[in-house]
């Protein structure tokens, strides 16, 4: 359903990274949301326009290759997933693309493990950041301090935590660009009030044998991950932020495979 927003600014564009294997709820949730600002340009962006198959199995077609995003952009967005995610950490082009598209947009943002690319891409260094629970460590590995919180604003980083939490980082933006009131509006005709059935959301309210089971599930991967991390924040991490001329001036797990025992 479509909300009458106020007039969006001239020019105004959002772009939101895919890569295969990314969450397919970390995009769609938050795209939702920013859809209803109504901007000039809200595109889907990956390497090449190639169509890019999601962890659920989805094929997405991107709107635009990395080459054809001029910069300033006015949101950049960066989902989550699992082996997706470690590919693309360690994919220098993407790299290289968050970093130059970081030095000037006007918000930096993510979802899940999203934030771990935004760090590999040296982006979050001194920052403070969010990520999926099962993650969350591994941001301190790339200089950035990790905040077990559902939404974390740090100047114009904005990063949200698992999943699910793309919804509150979608309304979050929305709100910062087009106030409480509005935000509100596109919040009550989405009837994002959730109420969900089991108190199993985080590893505070699970019950302590799933998050036992999520961990030892999760074990091979985060060390996968962790791994990547170490060689990423190295020489490579200083070879991307010194390919760029001005960086980051201030603002004037996703998916588990199906048959898993746990659940996100």
């Known amino acids: 359903m479509s909300e009458v927003a106020p007039p969006a600014a001239p020019g105004e564009r959002i772009a939101l990274l895919i890569y295969p294997g990314f969450t397919a709820l970390d995009l769609f949730g938050p795209h ?16 090449t326009r190639d169509p890019v198959t999601t962890d659920t199995g989805a ?9 054809e995003i001029d ?5 950049l967005l960066v989902p989550g997933g699992t082996e997706g995610t ?26 899940c493990t999203g934030s771990l690319i935004l760090a590999a891409a040296g982006v979050l260094r001194g920052r403070r950041a969010t990520s999926h629970w099962l993650t969350l460590d591994i941001l301190r590995m790339f200089g950035a301090e990790p905040v077990a919180e559902r939404v974390v604003e740090d100047d114009k ?3 949200g935590a698992g999943v699910s939490a793309g919804l509150d980082l979608g309304l979050t933006l929305v709100q910062r660009l087009r106030g409480t009131e509005y935000a509100q509006g596109v919040q009550l005709v989405a009837e994002y ?7 199993a959301g985080s590893p505070v ?60």
């Open 157 to 159: 980083f904005i990063t």
């Open 59 to 67: 094929k997405i077609i991107p709107a635009a290759a990395f080459d």
């Open 32 to 47: 939702h949301m920013l859809a209803g600002l109504r901007p000039a340009r809200l595109d889907l962006v990956a390497r």
């Open 86 to 111: 470690l590919a693309a950490m360690q994919d220098p082009m993407t790299r290289a693309f968050i970093a130059r598209q970081a030095a000037s947009a006007h918000v930096v943002s993510s979802v």
């Open 71 to 75: 910069e300033g952009l006015d949101i």
């Open 193 to 199: 009030d959730p109420r969900p059935p089991l108190a």
């Open 205 to 264: 309210s699970a019950p302590a044998p799933v998050v036992t089971r999520a961990r030892e599930h999760f074990a091979a991967f985060n060390a996968r991950l962790a791994a990547a991390a170490s060689n990423i924040s190295g020489p490579a991490l200083s070879r991307v932020m010194s390919s760029v001329a001005d960086p980051y001036p201030p603002f004037a797990f996703c998916h588990i495979s199906p048959g898993s025992p746990v659940g996100n």
